[in-house]
């Protein structure tokens, strides 16, 4: 990388290897090709990918098996490519914490990859997968990713709901045992998308995603992968998804991105839109200490070179801990911690026996039934809470 240090400065919001912040080797290789359009960059070996990122600050890299190895490459590339890139990860020290594999590129995936309505693809997609499970632990990846792209239908016709999700459970199960009988170190992060490419994806959220993983066999091994792009496609506050996830020990993963609401998945530069839900994204994980990789799955818009490429990876990087300050500067604020000290009194001082952690009993259960309540009263006062976001809207604004 010929770039300056005024260009990437060194101050303290630059990314460093302890931040653990990682990319797809898909988002910067990204080419910018597009359904209208061609590649307008150069794609980049796996190796260049590392040597570049690491000189950014990352933490390491994570793959689809395809990104790494043609989909048709003989044995001998695939050793030559392995070689080279097993070469830059230890003259670099980054890390492959993440591995996944690509069930929606091929032809062969036309109709889905577990939920195809043809067993021989089924099948295939299950080799696939095992294959490439062995080349992401061989890398030291302990987190795999599915993302079913593929998995879900343009006309219900087809198939119902029900098979798409039985036959996504079998895959699943069948998967877990894999991994467990070749006592591998590897859990799953399951990720959801609404839509796109197929016209609807089974399984289309975060929360439909953790009801399924208490239906498998082993649903201590398998947790979810959010992507902030994917849960505001229908609307959805990306925040409350990852927050479910956390609170049930099922972060396994996060996809951080940028997205306008409304729109078919853009995967823009993180904290490009919508600062505000960054911001408290970037606050849940971080006030939860949340010990999992900051991962990026965006792409650089199609209008850069390669210099712009490294301008928007290590700006995801730097917003992400310009926002982290921003949680520091939220949580100092003296005007920020009265008002939320006060929350906090009204909400543990018990009343007529109810406080936090409540639970049944009769005893309780009568003497609540009697209890004469003043809900004028308890209706009456108001929370502070417009003052509560305008503080938090000007420490975003940097006047606090
Ligand atoms: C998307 C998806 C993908 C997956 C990736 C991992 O942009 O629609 O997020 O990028 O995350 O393929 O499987
Ligand atoms: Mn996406
Ligand atoms: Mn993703």
Redesign the pocket.
Known sequence: MSQSNTRYPKDRFAPRPEDHFTW?L?TVGNTGRDPFGLAVREPMSAAKIVRELSQLGAYGVNL?DEDLIPFDATAGERDRILREFKGALSETGMKVPMA?TNLFSQPVFREGAFTSNDAGVRAFALQKTMRSIDLGVELGATTY?F?G?REGVETNACKTPQDGIKRFREAMNFLTSYVRDNKYNLKFAL?A?PN?PRGDIFLPTTGHMLAFIYTLEHPEMVGVNP?V??EQMPGLDFSHAVGQALEAGKLFHI?LNGQKPGRY?Q?LRFASEDQKGAFFLVKLLEDARWDGMRHF?SHAYRTEDERGVWDFAYASMRSYNILKDKVAKFHADPEIREILRALEQRGTTPVAGVGPGVKYDRALATTLKAHAFDAGKLGARGYDYERLDQLTTEVLLGVR
């Open positions: 797809g898909w689809h996944t990713v993302w792209g990720e998308k796109e992507e792009a994917h996809d998945d995967d799955d």
